[in-house]
């Protein structure tokens, strides 16, 4: 496994110097990358969907961007940033991007999903890497313009040209990573390790709030009180611990009762059977398999669970609480 760490004092743009990358969608992480990026001197073009249907083409013209179609743009690049949702990615690969990538060219991801499971299967004669910021792309601009940036990690999948991870390098340089630090992986462990964490780590996290808050409602504590104890109490720690460790926070910045709390029953509420099965079925391919089928299907499952979730006493007293304490 690779664990190479790359800063700005290792890394420059020069890789970059006279080619022109399209940024491929302009959502959430599409926009504030290419913004990024031309903020650093790269010459940025945008490849947006239907203009009758997606809102990428106008909020990119708003920005100052030249804006085409995908196949377009593609065959305009000499670096392709494909930032578009994963599950629609290989529909509009096999349409739009494969034959307009042009020979020694360079196709980058943001997630190394579709490529993974064979999805997308890029030509034998263009570079295949890939960049992933860790956070939502509007803390990605706003760390930038901080002078800082989002920690991230990049892969080479395929060198074609000799050069494809000072490319790649570049890209995250451009973006800001490097100013704190990109790690060096490979696709297929970026890919299992976010399906994973996201189930997990995420998921686990959100159950885990769902629950505190209803148990104690059920017990007869007022919502409220239960609210803020679901959910900004563990946001009032977070930040600490990765600031100081987990360690240093539970033995030095908490309170004897919750160093004990934490050591005696933490552990009770965590099934590590459980976690090994999800990880089991990530790295065989049975989360990607259920994801893509839950997409092709109109995702059946996840628009019921929005319906129903958004409907539960703890959203609704969430939105009161942020009301009434200045939060929304």
Not at 82 to 108: G, M, W
Not at 149 to 172: C, E, K, R, S
Request: a negative charge; proline letters at 4%.
């Amino acid at each position: 496994m690779l664990n190479q760490v790359y800063r700005d004092e290792d890394v420059n743009l020069d890789a970059l110097k006279g080619k022109t990358v399209a940024v491929l969608g302009y959502g959430i992480q599409g926009g504030p990358q290419a913004l990024c990026l031309r903020d650093s001197g790269i010459d940025v073009i945008i490849g947006a969907g239907p203009r009758d249907r997606f809102p990428d083409w106008d909020k990119a013209l708003e920005d100052g961007f030249d804006v085409y179609s995908i196949d377009e743009a593609t065959s305009k690049a000499d670096v392709v940033h494909v930032l578009l949702a994963d599950p629609a990615q290989p529909t509009v690969y096999r349409e739009f991007i494969h034959k307009n990538l042009k020979p020694n060219s360079t196709i980058s991801f943001a997630h190394g999903f579709n490529v993974l499971y064979g999805a997308i299967q890029p030509p034998p004669d263009v570079n295949v890497v890939l960049f992933v910021p860790n956070g939502p792309g509007h803390l990605v601009r706003e760390k930038f313009l901080e002078g800082s940036g989002i920690y991230g990690a990049v892969a080479v999948d395929q060198d074609v040209t000799g050069n494809a991870m000072d490319i790649v390098l570049a890209i995250a340089k451009g973006v800001g990573s490097t100013r704190v630090g990109v790690v060096e992986v490979e696709f297929d462990s970026e890919t299992e390790g976010d399906n994973f964490e996201e189930q997990v780590l995420y998921g686990g996290t959100i159950a885990l709030m769902r629950a505190v808050f209803e148990v104690m409602v059920d017990h007869g504590y007022p919502p409220y009180f239960a609210y803020a104890k679901a959910i900004r109490s563990l946001r009032s720690v977070v930040d600490v611990m990765d600031e100081v460790g987990i360690e240093e926070y539970i033995s030095k910045r908490s309170s004897r009762t919750c160093e004990f709390a934490v050591r005696l029953s933490g552990p009770r509420v965590i099934d590590r059977q459980e976690i090994e099965k999800i990880w089991n079925e990530t790295v065989q391919g049975d989360f990607a398999a259920r994801w893509m089928t839950e997409w092709q299907l109109g995702m059946f499952h996840l628009h019921r669970q929005r319906r129903t979730w958004q409907k539960s006493e703890m959203e609704v007293v969430g939105h009161e609480w942020r009301k009434l304490f200045g939060e929304g």
